[in-house]
Structure formats: C-alpha cells, structure tokens
C-alpha cells in the first residue's frame, strides 16, 4: 500500500480539504490537469517537479521537513535498488542553468548497463564497460563529447 498516499490524504482530511479544493488553491484552472498531476505526485512524489511541491507547500500548513521525508520514504519503497547504469562525467554539469537542463543533460549522459554485463567475472565486466562507455560516447554531439572525461559505474551493493 502507497504509505505516502495514505499520510497525505489523512492531512488533506484532518484540515478539512478536498483534493479539488487543493488543486484549485493552486491556482489551476483546469481542474481535471490540475487533479492528474496531484494523482502522479501521490504515486511518485520524487519525479514531481519542485515548483508543485512547493505550490502544495504554500496551500497547505505542512512540515516541510515531514514531506521530504515522506517523499524520500516512498522513493526508496517504489524502487530500493535502482538498475545500474554508467554516467558520463561532465566537468562542466553543474554550471548548466537552469536546473531542467542540468537534469535533461544528466539523463542524456547516463546508459543502463544491461544484466548479462553485471554478472561477468570483473575484468571482463570492466572491458565491457569501457565498450558501452564508447558507444554512448560516439552517439553523442561531437561539441559535447569532446567534453566527456570518464565515467562512473553505478550498482546496487549485494
């Protein structure tokens, strides 16, 4: 059972607030928008973008300590051990303005590292890690790549 949902509606109930109410103190004007992403943020308050939780935030007399925490909780209950995946490093990564950008770039410069590869013995998982490595680079941008100084290796600890 969705934990963060439950918590959420039991604060909505105890301050005597529908969720239409909510979403139209938010300011939407589209109601049925406005309720679909409330819907998504119950279901996966960590994909949701930072300005609807602070909009909730503003409407609502919650800690926002609590809702992070809360957030975080349903994250690591959703999904406890994300797939592994290498990231290219970009030096320049957290100069890029403003932050949907940094986030886009990110996601561009990240490949899943297929399961046939994790299991390899590690000196055959490293090479095929520095070939996966190689073939995200070469579908890049050549303005971009020339950029690119490495990768690093995510996985989950077992």
């Known amino acids: 059972m969705n934990e963060f ?56 007399p919650l800690d926002m300590a609590e809702l992070c925490q809360k957030i975080v909780e349903r994250k690591k209950q959703i999904d406890p051990y994300p797939k592994p995946f290498i990231q290219l490093i970009y030096p320049s990564l957290d100069n890029v303005s ?35 490595y190689q073939k995200k680079l070469a579908s890049l941008d050549s303005n971009l790549s020339c950029h690119i100084t490495g990768f690093t290796y995510f996985c989950r600890k077992e």
């Not at 308050?45 to 930072?50: D, L, S």
């Not at 590690?122 to 095929?128: F, G, I, T, V």
């Open 5 to 60: 949902k439950r918590w959420f509606e039991q604060k909505l109930h105890s301050l005597g607030v529908t969720k239409l109410d909510l979403v139209e103190q938010m300011g939407y004007k589209n109601t049925v928008k406005g309720l679909r992403r409330l819907a998504d943020f119950l279901e996966q308050p960590h994909k949701t973008h930072n300005e609807f939780i602070q909009a909730i935030s503003l409407k609502l």
């Open 98 to 132: 403003p932050l949907f950008h940094r986030g886009w770039l990110r996601s561009l410069l990240r490949a899943d590292v297929p399961e046939i590869i994790q299991r390899l013995p590690l000196k055959e998982r490293d090479k095929q890690l520095e070939c996966l």
